[in-house]
């Protein structure tokens, strides 16, 4: 068990990277002042939208722009603790985790559901977009599994000397 989780834990701190460089970067340009931005990202963000036909970021409908704010001021630092969670291995990377990955999740069913509703999405697009669930769901998974046996060794003797100092 512990090498599987190692092994999610790897996976999902390549996608806690991408969402901590992205969310500020290209992300907020759907709710941000373009003045904010280098002409480059803009140029990016443009290149991307017109390449996958990525309406969304292209119109900013209120409610996509909802979930980027939710993105930014929510997600983005809870991306950066669970980022120091997993090379710290803190035994509250769980929970954290758990919280991203509910998040993530229902901002993605909520995308999800109006490209694939809309009929506008193209496969290309869909596959930008999926993965997303399917790492949510992943951290979901992780913050429901047992932290390692170090971290839950050490906090259990931690409060196992609490309870003799008490007593």
């Known amino acids: 068990m512990g090498a599987l989780v190692k092994l999610i834990d790897a996976v999902l701190f390549l996608f806690f990277l991408l969402m901590a460089v992205c969310a500020p970067l290209f992300d907020a340009q759907a709710c941000l002042p373009e003045y904010l931005f280098p002409a480059a990202l803009l140029d990016l963000s443009r290149w991307y939208s017109d390449r996958m036909g990525d309406y969304l970021v292209a119109e900013k409908p209120l409610f996509f722009v909802g979930l980027v704010w939710l993105e930014i001021l929510f997600l983005w630092p809870l991306s950066i603790l669970n980022l120091y969670g997993i ?14 990955g509910v998040s993530v999740a229902t901002s993605m069913v909520a995308i999800l559901s109006e490209l694939t509703g809309s009929g506008k999405a193209s496969d290309d697009l869909l596959m930008v977009y999926f993965p997303f669930l399917g790492l949510s769901l992943l951290a979901f998974v992780r913050g429901l599994l047992p932290s390692s046996a170090k971290t839950t060794s050490a906090t259990s003797k931690k409060h196992a000397l609490a309870r003799k100092k008490r007593a």
Do not use: M
């Open 87 to 100: 090379l710290a291995a803190r035994p509250w990377f769980g929970t954290t985790c758990l919280i991203s």
